[in-house]
C-alpha cells in the first residue's frame, strides 16, 4: 500500500502560467487600445458629416416651401415648422437662419456651435474651427448653396 503522505496533489496554477497569461493580456491590450481612444475622433467627423447632410437636407426642405410660395427671389421669408426663415434665391441667406429647420441645439449647451456664423463647430474637436462645415450661401438663382466640411481638427 503506498503512503499517501509521499504523494502531492497539484491544485491552482503555477506562477509561470500566471505570469503567462498576463504578459499575453497586455500585448492584447496594447494592440486593441490605441483604436478605442481614436473612437472619439471618428465620432465627431461622423457627427460633422451628419451636420452637413442636415444642413443640405434643411435647405431642400427650405428651398422646396419657398418654390410653392413662389418666394425664390432675394430677401424673402418662408414658415418651415413653425419658424420664420429669411430666404434668398429659396435658400437659408446664413447658418443663424437655416439651423431653425435643423434639429441642432442651439441653446449653446450641446456639441456643436453656431455662434461663429457662416460655421457649424463641434465644441470637441482639437480644433474647433477646423472641425467644422462651413455654409456659403446662394448668390443668386442659378448658384445654389455650398456645404464645405473641415474634418482635421477633430
Given amino acids: 500500500m503506498k503512503q499517501l503522505s509521499n504523494m502531492k496533489q497539484q491544485s491552482g496554477f503555477t506562477l509561470i502560467e500566471l505570469v503567462m497569461v498576463i504578459v499575453i493580456l497586455g500585448i492584447l491590450a496594447a494592440t486593441a487600445l490605441p483604436k ?5 475622433t471618428d465620432a465627431r467627423k461622423a457627427a460633422m458629416k451628419a451636420v452637413a447632410g442636415s444642413m443640405a437636407s434643411a435647405n431642400a426642405i427650405i428651398y422646396a416651401k419657398a418654390a410653392v410660395g413662389n418666394q425664390l427671389g432675394a430677401g424673402q421669408s418662408v414658415l418651415v415648422s413653425g419658424q420664420n426663415i429669411t430666404t434668398d ?7 443663424t437662419e437655416l439651423v431653425k429647420a435643423m434639429d441642432i441645439d442651439t441653446t449653446g449647451t450641446g456639441d456643436f456651435d453656431i455662434s461663429a456664423d457662416p ?3 463641434h465644441k470637441g474637436g482639437v480644433t474647433p474651427a477646423n472641425c467644422s462645415v462651413l455654409y456659403a450661401p446662394a448668390t443668386s438663382s442659378t448658384t445654389a448653396p455650398a456645404y464645405t466640411l473641415d474634418v482635421t481638427g477633430c
Fill in 36 to 40: 478605442f481612444i481614436d473612437l472619439g
Fill in 89 to 95: 434665391y429659396g435658400f437659408a441667406v446664413n447658418v
Fill in 119 to 121: 460655421l457649424i463647430t
